[in-house]
């Protein structure tokens, strides 16, 4: 029997990682309402040898440990090679791991594949790579992800975001994005999502900003000038301006 053809089967492996990762138990502990912990454990084994599964570690800096048996998951860091168990990944970790196990088993070719907020405690370099992830682990599906990240939103065409907002009634209503893909997630907040994303202690500095430029145009004393040319730098280095 092909375990995708039966999803209650495969709810009976993938759950079982979801219980290990949860409880930290070990194999050989899994209730038995679960499938035989030696059918699991041979699964996840074959998901943790995919190629696409180990760039994804090495970017999170970690790795199976595929001898110590200390752990139901036995990770450790790759550079220390101090062991981690599953309790001391970061939440992101986890739910990255979460999301991308059931993908390794189940059949998605020519599927559609929902996703709410994958960037979820994640830091942005790994957002600006999760949807590469995603494409290689099923690259025939369809995914459609709902986001708050620019980072994110930054991997698809313009023509394949939507962008909801509500209008001046309260509606909500729908436009398509306009930012390039793999465009400045700065221009992202800006162009696709409405958001000023210099907050109101960069727009001060701004401000103060142009009003030095405005005042060493005029100002005739030397010394004064040299004064507010040196504030100028000072912002400008400061804020990148």
């Known amino acids: 029997m092909r375990v995708q053809s039966n999803p209650l089967y495969l709810i009976n492996l ?10 930290g138990c070990q194999w050989r502990m899994l209730p038995s309402n679960f499938a035989p912990w030696e059918l699991v454990y041979y699964y996840y084994r074959k998901w943790c040898s995919l190629g696409e599964f180990d760039l994804l570690l090495n970017k999170l800096n970690i790795e199976i440990d595929r001898i110590n048996v200390d752990y139901p998951i036995p990770f450790k860091n790759k550079k220390t090679e101090e062991l981690i168990p599953i309790s001391g ?13 059931p993908l390794y088993q189940i ?29 290689k682990l099923s690259p025939t599906s369809q995914f459609i992800i709902a986001t708050h990240s620019p980072f994110i939103a930054s991997s698809f065409e313009p023509e394949e975001r939507f962008i909801l907002y509500f209008d001046e009634n309260g509606n909500v209503k729908v436009r398509r994005g306009s930012s390039p893909i793999g465009d400045d997630p700065n221009d992202i907040l800006a162009n696709d999502f409405g958001i000023n994303y210099i907050n109101k202690y960069g727009q001060k500095a701004f401000e103060e900003y142009k009003n030095l430029k405005q005042k060493i145009y005029f100002e005739k004393n030397e010394k004064k000038k040299e004064e507010i040319s040196k504030k100028l730098e000072e912002l400008g280095e400061k804020y990148n301006f």
């Open 107 to 135: 059949d998605t070719s020519k599927s559609i594949i929902l996703i709410d907020e994958p960037e979820r405690s994640l830091y942005p370099d790994m957002q600006m790579e999760l949807m590469d992830f995603f494409r």
């Open 14 to 23: 993938v759950y079982p990682i979801f219980y290990l990762i949860k409880t």
């Open 89 to 101: 990944l970061s939440t992101g970790t986890k739910g990255l791991l979460l999301y991308m196990l």
